[in-house]
């Protein structure tokens, strides 16, 4: 191997070092009840310059949407699961309910939620996997009636993230979710 390809494997894992550090360092302040995510500060706080964490994280919503890739997963997974389910209306009621339960948990993950733009590729396709997901269950439901023709995946997904928003501008009771969550159910029915 030559000098040149050590110092470029080098490199990388050092970056990848760099990067793991300012997100466990993120996450550290979240736990911690710091939701600021101030870059400066978390530079500071890993020990490293201002222009590596901007390298890896070109802003405050790059790092959020970094941090919330797993829990983007996640609900990717229920998705798929959803939309396989026997009756997809039981299928679409749960995949809200894991949705909102998420989002309400981790206002990080709403925010890249409802975000209409994304910093990485990884969220658009994570976004794209969702709404593959939710399409088809929403294609099930329409075929057996349950739900309006109208609606589209996107539709359910800006739905949620009224009702996440909804419940924390509230008192952030749960009961409440379950409340608005079946106004979305019922309101997601065939006109009669």
Do not use: W
């Not at 300012?22 to 500060?41: F, K, M, P």
């Not at 939309?83 to 206002?107: K, M, N, Q």
């Not at 439901?141 to 023709?149: E, N």
Request: net charge negative.
């Amino acid at each position: 191997m030559t000098p040149r390809a050590d110092r470029s494997t080098a490199l990388r894992a050092d970056a990848a070092r760099n990067r793991a550090r300012v997100l466990r360092i993120a996450r550290e302040q979240i736990a911690a009840g710091d939701e600021s995510l101030q870059l400066n500060a978390i530079a500071r706080l890993a020990g490293l310059g201002i222009g590596t964490v901007y390298r890896h994280f070109p802003n405050r919503h790059a790092l959020v949407e970094a941090l919330s890739a797993e829990r983007f997963r996640e609900l990717v997974g229920e998705a798929q699961a959803a939309s396989v389910e026997e009756d997809a209306l039981t299928g679409l009621h749960g995949l809200l309910r894991f949705a909102l339960e998420r989002a309400l948990d981790d206002p990080g993950f709403a925010a890249v939620l409802e975000s209409s733009t994304d910093a990485a590729e990884q969220t658009s396709e994570l976004k794209s996997e969702l709404d593959s997901a939710v399409g088809e269950l929403l294609g099930r439901a329409r075929h057996a009636g349950v739900i309006r023709s109208d609606v589209e995946a996107d539709d359910v997904r800006r739905l949620l993230c009224g009702i996440q928003h909804a419940v924390r501008s509230g008192d952030g009771d749960a009961a409440r979710a379950e409340v608005y969550l079946d106004i979305l159910l019922q309101g997601l029915r065939p006109p009669v």
